[in-house]
């Protein structure tokens, strides 16, 4: 993804807080699927409840972001927009890469994070070593190191650090506070 790609993303949320913005896409996403009919400017401005000007600026701007586009006199959200932003920011996600060589785990990750934990008598060593592989380090760390690494996918980053060392992958020294990857113990 570009830096222009993330900068439109960005601004595309940007954008969207704001209520009346925000608004405006509900109303036209709501009525396209109701009529299939676009929307005047007078009719977004009396949906919407604000002078014709004020939602003017509001869907000039939305236009400019391709949330909205022209369709006769009309407008009509373009949803798919959105999508392609949440896609494009999905593909720089680093859980994204791993994931297409763990394809049976991919139902419980969404935007890349764990939404949901598989079975971890079957899928544990999988999602043990996709952890492994995202946190990914050299030397030794303290716990809070790897709280903050694993924080990117869970909240529960107890649960995912006990998880890496039964299966494994991370080794804990006696006291229980420092954490090596197990490959650095090997040889």
Known sequence: MTTLAHARAAEMLS?????????????????????GRPLVLAEIAAAVNVPIRTAGDAVSRLYALGLLDRDGDGYVAVLSTLR???????????VAALLADMPRLRG??????????????????????????????EGSVDEAEINARLAVVSDDVAALRRLLVDEGVLVRDRAGTRYEMARSRKG
């Open 108 to 137: 419980v990750f969404s935007h890349g994070r764990l939404i949901a934990y598989p079975d971890l008598r079957e899928h544990g060593p999988d999602l043990a070593r996709l952890l492994g592989r995202l946190i990914d380090f």
């Open 84 to 94: 392609e932003a949440a896609d494009d920011l999905d593909a720089e996600n680093p």
């Open 15 to 35: 954008q969207l807080s704001h209520p009346l913005r925000l608004g405006i896409v509900a109303e036209l996403a709501r009525r396209q699927a109701d009529s």
